[in-house]
């Protein structure tokens, strides 16, 4: 699908969508509770209906109630030999393959776009290390277990993704285990948010710097949960306030959220951006920005839309730690410069490092392409709202996270037309 985004501008409010990693993480571990459990305000989108797919070969179902999700869970875990199609979600292929290798039988994951070409080194090593089968071919991924308790150091620079997953399995096993982060401990928050979740189903697990402590033999009881809104979608209608003519006020957020990407108030804060706190979350004023310093480490998230505001801002910004944008759903680095300078904005960039100049002339009537990434798509409406006459092809990779996110854009002023 191609947008053409029309610029335009007037005061709204934006009811976040549920924060997607919540919403895995809450789903997982009421489909490991006994009973039925009630999750609500679950985000809607493509990664979460993957996770809920997947875990419903493992004995769990799951029935949506407008923005609720009732979960039957399974304390068997039988799994049902299906192949296991993940969609193009990271969060579900690496949090659920070590629940499906608590078990003997051999597993087969599938997935689409780039995901079975993101790295899984953390898991391949572990495995083979334990004597497990972890067998990539071609768009296949071939697990076996058992799993079992023990002790595991993990690399903790390519994705906190890994030791979430190892959380959620280990406790099922019968021996204790304890897992090591070796440093540098990116995007340590997401751990959190997984702790945070784990502990709300009655599973103990105890710190001690980067290092876990799990008790085997136990159980999950998970019976309600509520999701907060999502704070790395807040930063796109944050951008629009700051850029606009007219203020935007975000809902639905916690303003106490451990989420990693609320340190998107912290940026904005440094990049001179205009807010205050409401009730229900936050209204951002229109801003004369200006170029700074931002570590990406524990947000990668907030990279396209980062780099978007930078690329309006005056001077320059600097990005460090952002090497991980170059695994995700695309090369975010790669396909951020090459839409970025179709604007004529300057950007460069090394493996770990991004510079931004930016411009107070962007270019007008442009093609750009979203490279089947939501991230980048929403990134660069932002931008086009600034903008006359500009099609962003492949739009349709938005409903991976955000499928409102167009509706929403309307309500901020915008015209968006849509060509199928």
Same mark, same amino acid.
């Given at each position: 699908?191609?947008?053409?985004?029309?610029?335009?501008?007037?005061?709204?409010?934006?009811?976040?969508?549920?924060?997607?990693?919540?919403?895995?993480?809450?789903?997982?571990?009421?489909?490991?509770?006994?009973?039925?459990?009630?999750?609500?305000?679950?985000?809607?989108?493509?990664?979460?209906?993957?996770?809920?797919?997947?875990?419903?070969?493992?004995?769990?179902?799951?029935?949506?109630?407008?923005?609720?999700?009732?979960?039957?869970?399974?304390? =068997?875990?039988?799994? @049902? $030999? *299906? #192949?296991?199609?993940?969609?193009? !979600? %990271?969060?579900?292929?690496?949090?659920?393959?070590?629940?499906?290798?608590?078990?003997?039988?051999?597993?087969?994951?599938?997935?689409?776009?780039?995901?079975?070409?993101?790295?899984?080194?953390?898991?391949?090593?572990?495995?083979?290390?334990?004597?497990?089968?972890?067998?990539?071919?071609?768009?296949?991924?071939?697990?076996?277990?058992?799993?079992?308790?023990? =002790?595991?150091?993990? @690399? $903790? *620079? #390519?994705?906190?993704?890994?030791? !979430? %997953?190892?959380?959620?399995?280990?406790?099922?096993?019968?021996?204790?285990?304890?897992?090591?982060?070796?440093?540098?401990?990116?995007?340590?928050?997401?751990?959190?948010?997984?702790?945070?979740?784990?502990?709300?189903?009655?599973?103990?697990?105890?710190?001690?710097?980067?290092?876990?402590?799990?008790?085997?033999?136990?159980?999950?009881?998970?019976?309600?949960?509520?999701?907060?809104? @999502?704070? *790395?979608?807040?930063?796109?209608?944050?951008?629009?306030?700051?850029?606009?003519?007219?203020?935007?006020?975000?809902?639905?957020?916690?303003?106490?959220?451990?989420?990693?990407?609320?340190?998107?108030?912290?940026?904005?804060?440094?990049?001179?951006?205009?807010?205050?706190?409401?009730?229900?979350?936050?209204?951002?004023?229109?801003?004369?920005?200006?170029?700074?310093?931002?570590?990406?480490?524990?947000?990668?998230?907030?990279?396209?839309?980062?780099?978007?505001?930078?690329?309006?801002?005056?001077?320059?910004?600097?990005?460090?730690?952002?090497?991980?944008?170059?695994?995700?759903?695309?090369?975010?680095?790669?396909?951020?410069?090459?839409?970025?300078?179709?604007?004529?904005?300057?950007?460069?960039?090394?493996?770990?490092?991004?510079?931004?100049?930016?411009?107070?002339?962007?270019?007008?009537?442009?093609?750009?392409?979203?490279?089947?990434?939501?991230?980048?798509?929403?990134?660069?409406?932002?931008?086009?709202?600034?903008?006359?006459?500009?099609?962003?092809?492949?739009?349709?990779?938005?409903?991976?996270?955000?499928?409102?996110?167009?509706?929403?854009?309307?309500?901020?002023?915008?015209?968006?037309?849509?060509?199928?």
């Amino acid at each position: 699908m191609k947008v053409t985004i029309h610029g335009g501008s007037r005061a709204a409010v934006i009811a976040l969508p549920a924060s997607k990693s919540l919403s895995h993480r809450a789903l997982i571990c009421a489909a490991l509770s006994e009973g039925t459990a009630v999750i609500h305000h679950v985000a809607e989108n493509k990664d979460t209906e993957a996770t809920m797919r997947v875990m419903s070969h493992l004995g769990a179902s799951f029935e949506r109630k407008e923005d609720d999700v009732i979960v039957h869970g399974s304390r =068997t875990l039988p799994y @049902d $030999g *299906s #192949v296991l199609d993940c969609g193009e !979600s %990271g969060s579900t292929l690496r949090f659920l393959i070590p629940l499906f290798s608590l078990g003997s039988d051999t597993v087969t994951f599938t997935g689409h776009g780039r995901l079975m070409e993101r790295p899984q080194s953390v898991y391949e090593a572990l495995y083979h290390e334990n004597g497990l089968l972890f067998v990539k071919e071609g768009q296949y991924l071939k697990v076996r277990g058992p799993l079992t308790g023990g =002790t595991y150091t993990v @690399d $903790g *620079s #390519v994705s906190s993704q890994f030791i !979430s %997953g190892l959380l959620f399995a280990l406790p099922e096993v019968k021996q204790d285990s304890r897992i090591t982060v070796k440093e540098p401990y990116e995007s340590r928050s997401y751990v959190g948010l997984t702790l945070d979740l784990l502990r709300k189903s009655g599973i103990i697990i105890n710190e001690e710097g980067n290092t876990y402590f799990i008790p085997g033999r136990q159980s999950y009881a998970l019976k309600e949960a509520s999701i907060a809104g @999502d704070d *790395s979608q807040m930063a796109f209608f944050a951008a629009k306030g700051l850029s606009g003519r007219e203020p935007v006020e975000v809902i639905h957020v916690d303003h106490d959220s451990k989420q990693g990407d609320h340190i998107i108030l912290a940026y904005i804060r440094k990049m001179g951006g205009r807010y205050e706190e409401t009730e229900q979350g936050y209204r951002f004023y229109p801003s004369k920005l200006h170029g700074c310093e931002m570590d990406l480490g524990d947000c990668p998230d907030l990279g396209p839309m980062l780099f978007a505001l930078a690329a309006t801002a005056e001077g320059t910004s600097h990005f460090v730690h952002a090497g991980r944008l170059r695994v995700k759903e695309s090369d975010r680095i790669a396909c951020m410069e090459e839409e970025l300078k179709k604007l004529g904005c300057h950007m460069k960039s090394e493996q770990e490092e991004v510079w931004i100049e930016g411009t107070e002339t962007l270019q007008d009537d442009m093609t750009l392409h979203g490279h089947n990434d939501h991230r980048i798509v929403m990134s660069l409406s932002i931008l086009s709202a600034l903008l006359h006459n500009t099609c962003i092809e492949g739009a349709e990779a938005v409903d991976k996270s955000y499928p409102a996110f167009f509706k929403d854009l309307e309500t901020c002023g915008c015209e968006v037309e849509y060509d199928q």
